[in-house]
Nanobody, 119 residues
């Protein structure tokens, strides 16, 4: 099996920074893509950024957030700068992982980490 564990969330003032981490472990043959989603209270989960064959950012975070990966550690990071109250959400990590060369990649999700931006 595969597990994703996020860390790095917390309370930060507007204009501040946080760095989220998500480490994948378990039966991993290859990781096709790693992504960050977020879900604010009362809203649907939305894609924030992904890193795979290409890199994508939602318009709302372009220029403020940076996604990066450490493939040796099976870890993805999200550096969040110039945080705004509207960035408050539970941030989830998702990865597309193959456990064997014989099987297609499957989606795995972490349990989320809460980011609160407030003065």
């Amino acid at each position: 099996q595969v597990q994703l564990v996020e860390s790095g969330g917390g309370l930060v003032q507007p204009g501040g920074s946080l760095r989220l981490s998500c480490a994948a472990s378990g039966s991993i043959f290859s990781i096709k893509l790693m992504a960050w989603y977020r879900q604010a209270p009362g809203k649907e989960r939305e894609l924030v950024a992904f890193s795979g064959a290409s890199t994508y950012y939602a318009d709302s975070v372009k220029g403020r957030f940076t996604i990066s990966r450490d493939n040796a550690k099976n870890t993805v990071y999200l550096q969040m700068n110039s945080l705004k109250p509207e960035d408050t959400a539970v941030y989830y990590c998702k990865a597309q992982i193959s456990s064997s060369r014989y099987f297609d990649a499957m989606d795995y999700w972490g349990k989320g980490t809460l980011v609160t931006v407030s003065s």
